[in-house]
């Protein structure tokens, strides 16, 4: 009987373990392939200088109206909820986006680069933040 209890609280233990990863973790990942939804006038988003450099990029909208982002593995699109000078609000039945602007700047009569802050939130509670920078334009 003992035997049995033991056995039982051995396989209990990798069921809870994966009840607490899927509580609210989020990963957003980089990716290359432009989404060909988009199409004209774009803003894009990146991690540092480097993912620039090398077209990786953390989300890409098309001027604010929609966004497109990888999540945990999944091409997510978030429609726009909110937007201010500042800062958008974008989601979808799974996630939200705040993008906070701290910085812009013209760099021609059509583009511009940003610097800001992006938090995402899952449904399960989890939420991730993270500093981008960013180039819109025609």
């Known amino acids: 009987m003992k035997t049995i209890k033991i056995l039982l609280i051995l396989l209990a233990i990798p069921l809870l373990a994966c009840t607490q990863n899927n509580s609210g973790s989020i990963k957003v ?6 989404p060909q939804e988009i199409d004209g ?8 200088k480097d993912d620039m450099s ?18 945990n593995g999944k091409m997510e699109l978030l429609l726009l909820k909110k937007d201010s000078e500042k800062e958008m609000e974008y989601s979808n ?7 906070e602007i701290s910085s812009q700047k ?6 511009y680069t940003l610097k800001g802050k992006t938090s995402v939130k899952n449904t399960k509670g ?4 993270f500093p981008f920078i960013g180039q819109c334009g025609c």
């Open 106 to 111: 013209d760099t021609s009569d059509e583009s």
């Open 54 to 71: 090398n077209n990786r990029y953390i989300m890409v909208n098309d001027f604010a109206q929609q966004t497109y982002m990888k999540i």
């Open 41 to 48: 006038g774009s803003c894009e988003f990146y991690l540092n």
């Open 93 to 99: 039945d799974s996630y939200s986006v705040t993008i």
């Open 126 to 129: 989890g939420t991730v933040s």
């Open 29 to 34: 990942e980089p990716f290359t392939e432009y």
